[in-house]
């Protein structure tokens, strides 16, 4: 992965004083793909997760290193041009970038259907706390297969293909999952089935360690298994992805995880589907091969304690709320001697089935918290929640009950209820993004005008703010110098808004730089600079760049 591909294009070259910045941009095309898939011949080793040892470091040396981590001014660095995150071995643009439809939605990543006509158990499955095995179908095609608990039937099968769904629409690369019934009789022990550990120790399988499983599983009233189906990657599994540094036996991986915005920008989406399951042990890093090619690409699984699910099944009190050692919530509480309220002792479970500890009412984007702390999150800011935030906007309430709906939930109250809860949260997460940066996006020049949409006000979100918003632009040319221009346009109710006739820069193809100061109630946001040279080929301008402060 060549940072100069992915960190903005800039040229730091402007030594004059101005009231803009020095970035300039590159009058080259924005680059929508990263070159991160060069031939990796020999696989990368493999990385080992003891969840135990995770979360001693998570709860004991993390907290201690985040008191002197300097996160802040360390902004993303696997961004193009225009402040958005390209195609890669990580991410894939979809929603973000086109319209997805919904039969998009119903299919997902799966490319083919599980076939359950014969299930061949291979191995007991080894890692997660669910009880599960390893099968091929009867096509040979290598499964997962999580039966649901006796505990919570449907919930975790359901909450697990509706994410997957969810994730895959907004971008992220994930295995092919389904939900799937199957009787006893269409399981069969392969003659070479073995139990193993987390350790690699293994012993042959047996007909009881089976029925084991199945005794802790949810039977249907038909007498069926009602189970998650996660299809093998292809390629050689490497284990989860560092949350920090770099895998330094892949040459293509060389941004530092904790400055990638798509992983920061899973603070946003896991807070908003209240998946506190964050881990590395719930990604999955694969050596592949594609055109005589071999390299690493990364995946996210196991979606299964989504909605509140994790708090349910452990029985834990301010899951979403707090970290399982919270020593900020322990102080608070001492130095209150015990009658600080917590802001999750108002939360109930909802009496719909298959539902986790999930609520709209409850559900504060800026202080959500994962079971642990992981280390991108700990370095996210405006501009990668602005990302996350736009991305998530695009998901339309038929897209939400879309993925739901896949989730084959046995209830439709569960599917009403759930919707209904996720565009409520998708709304205040929208909110809380979009009020405190400058959310103007959509720029694109109609002639000589520049035009952009402000998504606070386009997604009506505070629609009092429409009276009180104000852009004030001005305009500079490649050297920094302030061209005789300037333009002040009050906000248009539908939050669409041009400046007209846009300067030309004296020199470098047209270069002008057009420095936007959005006003809210009075108060000035930080200013976005919009960079525009004119296309060596054609001579029309064209948007080269974008600069948030």
Known sequence: MKRASLILAV??????????????????????????????????????????????????????????????????????????????????????????????????????????????VTQSKTTGAAAGFVARDGRGDKYVIKPDDKAAPVAESAADVAVQRLMWTLGYHVPENSVIYFSRDQLVLGRDAVVKDQFGHERPMTEQDLQDILDRSHVTPDGKFRALASKYLPGKPLGGWPQSGVREDDPNDQIPHEHMRVLRAIYLFNGWLNQTDTKEGNTLDMWVEHDKQHYV???LVDFGKAFGLLGKLLNREGNGFRYE??????LRSLFSLGVWVRPYEATRMPDVPAVGLFDAEHYDPSAWKAIARYEPFEYVDDRDLFWAAKLLARLTPEHIRTALEVGRYEDPRSVDY??????????????????????????????????????????????????????DATAYDHSGRELQWSRSVLAASNGHSCLRDVPKGPDHDGYSIIRIVNWRDQRALAPIEVHIADDPATHAPRIIGIHRQ
């Open 11 to 120: 040229l730091a070259g402007c030594a004059c004083p101005s009231a803009i910045g020095p970035a300039r941009f590159k009058n080259v095309p924005i680059a929508w793909r990263v070159n991160d898939r060069a031939d990796v011949p020999r696989a990368p080793e493999p990385r080992p997760f003891v969840i135990q040892v995770y979360y001693v470091e998570a709860n004991i040396y993390r907290p201690i290193n985040s008191a002197f981590l300097l996160t802040s001014g360390k902004h993303a660095l696997d961004v193009n041009a225009l402040d958005e995150v390209p195609d890669s071995s990580w991410f894939e643009n979809r929603i973000g970038r086109r319209d997805v439809s919904f039969d998009e939605i119903k299919r997902g990543p799966n490319v083919t259907a599980i076939d359950t006509s014969k299930i061949t």
């Open 297 to 299: 690409k990364h995946f």
């Open 418 to 471: 759930l919707t209904d809860v996720l565009v409520a949260r998708q709304r205040k997460a929208m909110k809380w993004v979009f009020g405190k940066t400058v959310a103007l996006d959509g720029f694109e020049l109609a002639g000589k005008a520049l035009c952009f949409d402000d998504l606070l006000l386009t997604h009506k979100l505070e629609p009092g703010m429409v009276a009180m918003t104000q852009y």
């Open 325 to 330: 050692t919270d020593y900020s919530y322990r």
